[in-house]
C-alpha cells in the first residue's frame, strides 16, 4: 500500500488560492491515480477531484467545477489540487488518496485504500 502524504493547507481569504500537494512517503504515486477528497465538521468526506495514473481524465465535483484543478507532475511525483476562488464552503480538511493498483480513480471514496493525513484548508469570510 503506498503511504500518502499532503501539504499546502493553509488559512485564506475568500476569493484566494491555495495548491495543496501530494506525495508518497512510501512507494511512488506514479502509477496510482489519485483522488483528492475533504471532510468538513459535521459533514461525511466527499470528493473533490481525482486524476488518472496516465493523465488522461480527470474529474471534478460540481462543487468546485470551474475552481479547482488536479494536475500531476510525474517528474516530481507530486499531484496538484489548484484550488482558486475559495468560499468559506471549502474549509475542510483535505485528504489525498490513492486506490489499489489498476484501480481507475474515480470520485467514489470506497475505492480507495490508502490515505494521507489530511491538511487543513479554512476560508474565512
Known amino acids: 500500500q503506498v503511504q500518502l502524504v499532503e501539504s499546502g493547507g493553509g488559512l485564506v481569504q475568500s476569493g484566494g488560492s491555495l495548491r495543496l500537494s501530494c506525495a508518497a512517503s512510501?512507494?511512488?504515486?506514479?502509477?496510482?491515480?489519485i483522488g483528492w477528497f475533504r471532510q468538513a465538521p459535521g459533514k461525511e468526506r466527499e470528493a473533490v477531484a481525482s486524476?488518472?495514473?496516465?493523465?488522461?481524465?480527470?474529474y471534478y465535483a460540481d462543487s468546485v467545477k470551474g475552481r479547482f484543478t488536479i494536475s500531476r507532475d510525474n517528474a516530481k511525483h507530486i499531484v496538484y489540487l489548484q484550488m482558486n476562488r475559495l468560499k468559506p464552503e471549502d474549509t475542510a480538511v483535505y485528504y489525498c488518496?490513492?486506490?489499489?493498483?489498476?484501480?481507475?480513480?474515480?470520485?467514489?471514496?470506497?475505492?480507495?485504500?490508502?490515505w494521507g493525513q489530511g491538511t487543513q484548508v479554512s476560508v474565512s469570510s
Open positions: 488518496a490513492a486506490p489499489p493498483p489498476l484501480r481507475s480513480a474515480t470520485l467514489d471514496k470506497t475505492i480507495y485504500d490508502s
Open positions: 512510501r512507494g511512488t504515486l506514479d502509477s496510482y491515480g
Open positions: 486524476i488518472s495514473a496516465n493523465n488522461d481524465s480527470a
